[in-house]
């Protein structure tokens, strides 16, 4: 069964930053293209990053790039997405997602940026 738990969460002023961790399991980690998403309330979930498992450069929404990084520890089966210079236009709760899970959600982290 994958699930995918995420954490690092919180309420940061503009331009602050942080990073939030996915612990992943029931899938092999290492070979899966891993992915954070952010949804607003009341609003779609949007993609913001996307890394492959072959060092392929990430790929990042345009709202995020420069800011946000994505990366992963395959020995630790996580996921991880520093975020700099946040903006209260962040503010959302944070998804990772790996096509394993078959449409299936964790339970996200929320994000505040606000001052």
């Known amino acids: 069964q994958v699930h995918l738990v995420e954490s690092g969460g919180g309420w940061v002023h503009p331009g602050g930053s942080l990073t939030l961790s996915c612990v992943a399991s029931?899938?092999?980690?290492?070979?899966?293209?891993m992915s954070w998403y952010r949804q607003v309330p009341g609003k779609v979930r949007d993609l913001v990053a996307v890394m492959d498992s072959i060092g392929t450069p990430p790929t990042y929404a345009a709202s995020v790039r420069g800011r946000f990084t994505i990366s992963r520890d395959n020995a630790k089966n996580t996921l991880y997405l520093q975020m700099n210079n946040l903006k209260p236009e962040d503010t959302a709760v944070y998804y990772c997602?790996?096509?394993?899970?078959?449409?299936?959600w964790g339970q996200g982290t929320q994000v505040t940026v606000s001052s």
């Open positions: 029931g899938f092999t980690f290492h070979n899966t293209v």
């Open positions: 997602y790996a096509p394993p899970a078959r449409g299936t």
